[in-house]
């Protein structure tokens, strides 16, 4: 594998750094996460518009910059370290993904553009209550068997789903996964906001009664949907290295200018040491997300287990880096004013979501060939 | 004096005011009941006590249980005053302030707190900042306290403060009693990663205390501190005093009614991460066990280091656990993020009742992080346990012999 | 739980430490364990008629001690602190512990006297290779119906098999579990000395081929010697604390006088937060197994359960502190020369004798509700 | 030199000297190889190369294992002399030096060893007490060394001793080649918890070396000392360079032949720990790759610190969950513990064939403690990497500026 970053990608990297740092300060991730809507429209368009970021790995014919999943996970890991308020997992990754690899070429004429242009953001309906994270446990059903159909039940965990203009629902019909489009505003649409364990990624339920739909996908769309999970869960593990980075960032700082004692707080081994983990963890974890997304555009045979082992292992090192980083900032780590917290409810909500790091684990098991099954 | 006869006291206490009677307010029973001597029996005749042992308290608390159903518990009623408060203006009061200020404390009258961390004094408590200078009677006050439980309803609070930063910094603090209503205090309520405000930060701006409200001498602020701390973090650690209880209860529960969400791989896994936090949390009850009976033959100490250290790594780590059996429904926090004063009934560490479970676990998954800091860092109680309880050596100190002022701070 | 020593168990503490710290010094422990036999007979004499260890939980009236699990506790962890080479565990714990619960009054009159004398040792012969802890899965079955049978068959991890005056065995009569006494000289009975991995504590593998025997207990013993194992390892769990807290001994004192860059190795966090971890796993320990011992005392109901916590938490401790006390004594620690491994290669036996951590935390699980078993 | 003029150049030397010929010994090809200047590319010409860049090496590697079925590792070889002897060389040595030490290294006629560690000099390799005295063209050593891998077996060492106590002490070591066939040099074997000894003990006892033999000038051993150990810690860690394979293929091969022995529950819990070694074990491999990329592009340093300290830290888990999963097979230890030169070969970290797997467990569960020890403690690693990757400061330290001879020791 060649696991080098090109001078573009590092450019790349420059310049949407550049642009959080401005756009995405703490004072507007404060301001985004006590909101409602959770995102500000304008920022989004600047993305979009600007940055190419939206239509990141969108193909050029459907208005995007057709990048892979190396471009995507330095933009995903700049997100982390800025813990952007944006529907960027949801629209420009997950959706994306979904209709890129499972919709017919019409629906994705029609939407892809208007995602990559940022007028419109899109979201993927698929967990429900039972099983969320478990495609084949999907049970809604689709009633009626043509074009147009309507949808009934309730959608779960679904990343920004108040805000999305498109919600693409993952539904059966004729026992086959099959994705229907619907409108943010279609009859029959219940949208509730949850109240999310991380304020910064808005989660709603969503509850359909007899809500009408566009079948836009043929056959059994499992197998696409299930690449579009690992690339979700691949561009989610780079920005768990973000946030994991940023934290290793901030606890050093800490500890190089926090006295007591008369000296730097760093000096102490207790602190030192625990750093130098984290330091081994983000370095693993940044294996993990780049071999990942390399995997991806190599179209390696071990792509969806190289995602599992990321979203397990960067799940796991970003919590213990959040935790840690809270630590060494003692008292003041744990007031709200300081942003530790922000990054722990995110990297712990981060870990929940698509699945445990056990589950991540127990798929990677099977690949690799431990156990039984 | 022997069991029967405080048994007996006990009993004309309550039958000239009785908790449960109507038109009897906490102030009231409580007020006879340091008047009977049957408060902090412990403490002198005519201070709410009669010299006793203190394990007699038991007798008489359990002499109030047992024939009347109000009972007042002390930690409820005025924790930080009658725990630290009354015990140091005891030591180290005036005749005037023992006899006004003990039985306001037990009553609840006046709530108290204890104001000796600073935002740059952390696990260096004696490196604090506060500055109080001389003028005439007075001394006048400036700087900024963190951390301040129950600052918001106080009418006392102990507090130490610089008097001299020409000398090391363990000898140039001194100890004062702060009526928290003077001007110049800015009581503001300090959020935490929860959303809410357990603590406060108070700003003294200027603000004058008379010199007789200091306790010990000057210089000795320190000495008359450390009683203080030794009672505060005794109180803190031990685990649940009942087989099986407090948070791995929760977890337990947590573990059994979201089994059917997972494979049984892992539940397996999830299962046997849980028997091991059964199994630290009972020995940590046990232990505490065994450190109280070699307490009783004598020999406080250190080793209460044990039990702080191990149970914050236990509690949060049961807590994180639950969270993770939770599933997927660990993405979601009810109680929302809204900034208050604590309010819910699910954040005690003891077990909850009916669907409170789930929400304990998620508030107390936050929580819980501050558990290894609050009271001392896991980082200091292992410092603790290596030197004082070990002997292992201390490191090269840089801060001990120079004037405070000299020290870099930050 | 009383959970307090009398003066009389301090003195009885006293006294063992004393006696093992003049006969079973290090050079003692590595003579005897280089030996084939492993023991020395005077020394176990000694022990057997100065101090009644051999008898010290023998009834009075066959010539013991007649004292319980607590006294048996506090004998257990002062030989785990001396590494005491010496049939204890097989012959005055475990093999008397099974004829005391289970066998017929006849044996107990016939062997406890001599086993109580010293004059001569017992082992119970009950491990097979199939799950070797599972007292269920014992498949041995003697041949005849009377009190004198013939046994075929495997034994195996039979704690000082090859030099043990009568053997035990555990074998299948009608069904029933059932003990037998077979001589160590038997006919038919080959004894093979297993290569151990504690080289302190003997084991071998006992081959039966037609080997005359004689039933000592009636009906089926499993319960009993399900009684009779968490004995042992209740005692087991001590002889672990013992050596637990000598590592943390070792690894301090060694800290407080080895001199790195100028100053005490024990001055940095490093290595002092090391032993600080270590003192708190060692105090429960402590509490682990000496809760258990006051336990079978006191008939508590738990007592099984609080031996198999003891059995779990106590290896691990015991195992985490043999390395701890490795790795802080350095290259030192690696040596041959240096006792740090023959408290390592103890604790790392022990963990596994009587069936691994995670199985007993398995039965502490069962017991206390933890899972749907 | 361009990649097919090597070729062309191994292929002439093939055709002069071939290894898998009969007669033709190891001394015999290596000898050609080195004349023919293919031996180290990027040694000067006459000393077994011609100054080419040393990934060059590969492709004559390349080139004679495609054509022979003999090839020499330098690791087997002679791996002191090769890694470290003959670079020292090369760098601060005389021409006699360079013309008559290189070569013998390079055939294996003169394997080599590295004397720096000693009792009391563990972490601290500065403090080292071995003293050197001027008398006359020589100097007279004293003192003692360890740890010293195939000291028995060396014709050189390279040995640090101190040649000035009176300043710090960095400044008072310098270097020496020893012939250790000298009078006074004792080479005993060091025997490990394993019983065998790959290490010696060596004594020096009014050991007299030319002062020719001094390596860079008289109070610069530290320096000349670094860059043999930068050597020796960049050899050190980086994992298996095979996807799943090393130690991590051991252990998912003794838990997929144990299971059958234990609950299934048992084998998820032991399911789960063996696939988060695996995906540390591949994650340190693809680090160490990242790292090599990164060191490509000039950026050498502490960073492979992170693979020395996860590798040790992997590795003795890996051994420990291997013993685990063999469950009661455990309890026995089958090469037994007579003490002896290693002989085994089960010991190596790699894949192992048919039965040995379990045997290689067994003494890896042991050999793997030190992993943690040896080429600096897992102490210093994290050391390292807090202060000079992280830029974290450094301890108060006493040893720096104060002569040898007063700094405490023990």
């Known amino acids: ?373 | 004096m022997k069991e029967s006869e405080l048994r007996e006291r006990t009993r004309v206490l309550l039958d000239e005011v009785h908790p449960d009677d109507e038109g009897v307010s906490r102030v009231d029973f409580r007020s006879a009941q340091f008047d009977h001597g049957l408060a902090l029996v412990h403490f002198p005749e005519g201070l709410g006590g009669f010299g006793l042992s203190p394990k007699l308290q038991a007798v008489v608390n359990e002499e109030i249980q047992s024939h009347a159903k109000t009972f007042y518990e002390n930690l409820v009623v005025n924790p930080i005053g009658i725990g630290m408060g009354a015990p140091v203006v005891l030591t180290y009061g005036s005749e005037e302030q023992k006899r006004t200020l003990i039985k306001r404390i037990y009553t609840g009258e006046d709530i108290w707190c204890q104001m000796f961390s600073e935002p740059s004094a952390g696990s260096d408590v004696a490196g604090l900042s506060t500055r109080a200078v001389r003028d005439g009677d007075d001394w006048v006050l400036n700087g900024q306290k963190v951390w301040t439980t129950l600052a918001h309803v106080s009418k006392w609070g102990m507090l130490l403060a610089r008097t001299n930063p020409d000398v090391p910094k363990h000898d140039g603090l001194s100890y004062f009693l702060l009526d928290m209503e003077s001007p110049g205090v800015d009581v503001r309520p300090l959020y935490q990663i929860t959303a809410e405000a357990e603590f406060n930060e108070v700003f003294l701006n200027d603000v004058r205390i008379p010199h007789e409200q200091m306790l010990g001498a000057e210089g000795q602020g320190w000495r008359v501190a450390i009683t203080t701390l030794m009672n505060e973090r005794s109180a803190l650690g031990g685990g649940s005093s009942r087989k099986g209880g407090g948070p791995v209860s929760v977890l337990t529960r947590i573990l059994a009614e979201s089994g059917a969400q997972r494979s049984p791989a892992e539940q397996a896994i999830l299962e046997d991460k849980a028997t091991q936090l059964y199994i630290r949390a009972e020995l940590l009850r046990l232990t505490t066990q065994r450190a109280k009976a070699t307490q009783r033959s004598g020999n406080p100490g250190p080793e209460g280091s044990v039990g702080k250290l191990a149970q914050a790594e236990i509690y949060k780590d049961v807590w994180e656990t639950c969270v993770a059996a939770l599933g997927d429904d660990g993405l979601l926090y009810e109680p929302g993020y809204e900034l208050r004063r604590p309010t819910g009934d699910f954040r005690g560490t003891g077990e909850s009742s009916a669907e409170k479970h789930i929400l304990q676990a998620k508030y107390q998954l936050l929580r819980s992080q501050a558990n290894s800091i609050e009271g001392g860092t896991s980082e200091i109680m292992r410092n603790i346990l290596g030197e004082r309880v070990l002997g292992l050596p201390g490191e090269p100190r840089v801060d001990k012999e120079i004037a405070w002022k000299d020290v870099p701070r930050g």
Chains 1, 3 share one sequence.
């Open chain 1, 1 to 373: 594998m060649a696991f080098e970053f090109s001078d573009e990608h590092e450019e790349l990297r420059r310049t949407v750094r550049q642009f959080f740092e401005n756009e995405s300060d703490e004072t507007k991730v404060r301001e985004l996460m006590a909101s409602e809507r959770g995102f500000e429209d304008a920022t989004w368009k600047q993305m979009a518009e600007e940055l190419g970021l939206a239509g990141l790995i969108v193909p050029e014919i459907h208005g995007g910059a057709d990048f892979g999943a190396v471009e995507l996970a330095i933009v995903m890991e700049e997100m982390g370290r800025a813990l952007l308020c944006a529907p960027y997992l949801s629209s420009a990754v997950l959706a994306t993904s979904a209709i890129l690899l499972a919709a017919e070429e019409t629906a994705q004429k029609e939407l892809l553009p208007r995602l990559a242009s940022g007028d419109a953001t899109a979201t993927l309906a698929f967990a429900e209550k039972v099983s969320p994270w478990d495609l084949s446990a999907i049970a809604m059903a689709a009633e009626g068997d043509g074009a147009s159909v309507t949808l009934s039940g309730e959608k779960t965990f679904v990343l920004d789903g108040t805000t999305a203009d498109e919600i693409v629902v993952v539904a059966r019909s004729n026992g086959n996964l099959t994705l229907f489009q619907v409108a943010g505003d279609a009859a029959g649409l219940t949208r509730e906001a949850l109240p999310p364990l991380d304020p910064t990624r808005k989660l709603a339920k969503l509850r359909f009664e007899s809500t009408p739909a566009a079948r836009i996908s043929t056959g059994d769309a499992e197998p696409a949907l299930r690449r579009a999970l690992a690339r979700t869960v691949t561009a989610l593990a780079s920005e768990q290295l973000g946030g994991s980075q940023r934290c290793l960032e901030m606890a050093t700082d800490y500890a190089k200018t926090r006295l007591q004692f008369g000296r730097p707080i760093g000096s102490y081994q207790a602190i030192k040491h625990q750093c130098a983990d984290m330091l081994v963890e983000v370095e693993f974890a940044r294996s993990a997300a780049y071999s990942a997304a390399f995997a991806l555009d190599e179209d390696d045979d071990g792509a969806e287990v190289a995602a599992a082992m990321a979203k397990s292992f960067c799940s796991e090192a970003y919590s213990h880096a959040a935790k840690r980083n809270l630590q060494i900032h003692g008292g003041m780590g744990f007031t709200w004013e300081h942003p530790a917290h922000l990054y722990l409810k995110r990297a712990k909500s981060s870990e929940m979501l698509f699945g445990s790091p056990i589950s991540h684990r127990a798929k990677v098991a099977a690949a690799v060939g431990i156990g039984s099954a």
